[in-house]
């Protein structure tokens, strides 16, 4: 199969995704910012007893309120029965409180007294038993890489909320910040989860030279389509959050950076040691032979990955198809001209686009890097017996 077929697998998740996506207008902006609670403290309970329950209006949908009695399960109050009211909309059953759930508590307390909301059920325990699962799943079958993945992951998560957040909520410029953030990730969560080898170096120098190809894609497609970043409901609601300067256009070109290292990773890894192994498998192969054999394990590897990066964008976004049949009523185009589905596409494409692009720079440095290593016996070979062909 060509290079070219992912490609136009990639095109093709970002149109289909574009289709049933409903079209926001570019320059939409809500007259004010949404009106959140703004509680002194949160708590933890469990529901003792639900009293009673009223239908309500909001939003233009059709709501529910229930009073229900919690018992406060931390800090100063424990052990304390308190009213609380909890709003929700839908009539599935499933949404509403029940004796024993475990809840959060929003308190706010002025000169009239205390009030108590349930704002949501209490999750934790439930994700911290799949995060353990993972974890454990991780160490188990890949051992010591498994758990140098699992560090590597958490000095990923350190260096977006410790520094690429922070740096860009005080006025930085996202982009050249995401830049940073992203080397910082790739110089130090690849080694730790592969091992410092030479096959390792070179996943890490062609994941730096892709990630560069990225930036110029993205600053390229972005400048071209005439993107603004305010294409999200998201970005349009940060233009109220009291930040100042912030470059929502270049927190897109961010994001799509950050979003195309998290499948790169995979790739030059994987590339890089397949031509490793061809090498080890006959150290008689030339840097064309090794480049032409590696590509043709890289193809087969994208093609599948496009496919899984489309099946789950799609699965995350299944709510917004079923809405888009139901209530968008543009045409096809005006769909996909939309900042909002431009936007992903652009995303979609230069992830895409970098993806290809890196097989064929980690292929050809990887064989010509191994072609020069002084040949070893494949794995399981006496000493000095080496294949010759």
Do not use: C
Not at 17 to 31: D, N
């Amino acid at each position: 199969m060509r290079l070219r077929s992912p490609g136009l697998l990639a095109i093709a998740a970002a149109v289909l995704a574009a289709l049933f996506v409903p079209a926001v207008p570019s320059q939409a902006a809500p007259e004010s910012p949404p009106q959140l609670l703004e509680p002194d403290r949160f708590l933890l309970g469990r529901i003792v007893e639900v009293i009673g329950e009223r239908d309500a209006e909001g939003l233009g949908e059709q709501q529910f309120v229930q009073k229900v009695l919690v018992r406060v399960a931390g800090t100063s109050d424990l052990g304390q029965d308190v009213q609380a009211e909890f709003t929700d909309m839908g009539a599935e059953t499933d949404r509403r409180l029940a004796e024993g759930d475990r809840v959060v508590i929003a308190v706010s307390e002025d000169p009239g007294g205390t009030t108590y909301y349930v704002i949501d059920r209490y999750r934790l325990p439930a994700l911290g038993f799949a995060v353990g699962l993972f974890f454990a799943l991780a160490i188990l079958f890949s051992r010591r890489r498994g758990l140098g993945s699992i560090i590597g992951l958490g000095i990923t998560a350190l260096v977006l909320a410790k520094f690429v957040v922070p740096a860009i909520v005080a006025g930085s410029n996202p982009l050249g910040v995401s830049l940073v953030g992203a080397l910082v990730i790739v110089l130090t969560s690849i080694y730790l989860a592969h091992g410092f080898s030479v096959r390792t170096s070179v996943a890490v120098v062609s994941t730096i030279v892709t990630l560069v190809i990225a930036w110029a894609l993205a600053i390229t497609f972005v400048s071209l389509a005439r993107l603004t970043g305010m294409g999200s409901e998201e970005s349009v609601y940060l233009q109220f959050a009291p930040l100042e300067q912030l470059n929502l256009k270049g927190l897109l070109l961010g994001g799509i950076i950050l979003g195309a290292l998290g499948v790169l990773d995979d790739i030059t890894t994987s590339q890089a040691a397949a031509v490793d192994e061809l090498r080890r498998a006959n150290p008689a192969f030339p840097v064309r032979e090794l480049y032409r054999r590696g590509l043709s394990i890289g193809t087969e590897h994208i093609t599948s990955l496009v496919n899984t990066l489309f099946l789950a964008y799609a699965g995350a976004s299944l709510p917004l198809f079923i809405l888009f049949t139901i209530y968008n009523d543009a045409p096809a185009w005006v769909t996909l001209n939309s900042e909002f589905v431009a936007e992903e596409l652009v995303r979609t494409l230069v992830g895409s686009v970098a993806l290809i692009l890196a097989v064929p720079i980690t292929t050809l440095s990887a064989a010509a890097v191994f072609s020069r290593r002084p040949a070893t016996a494949p794995e399981g070979a006496g000493p000095g017996h080496v294949h010759r062909h």
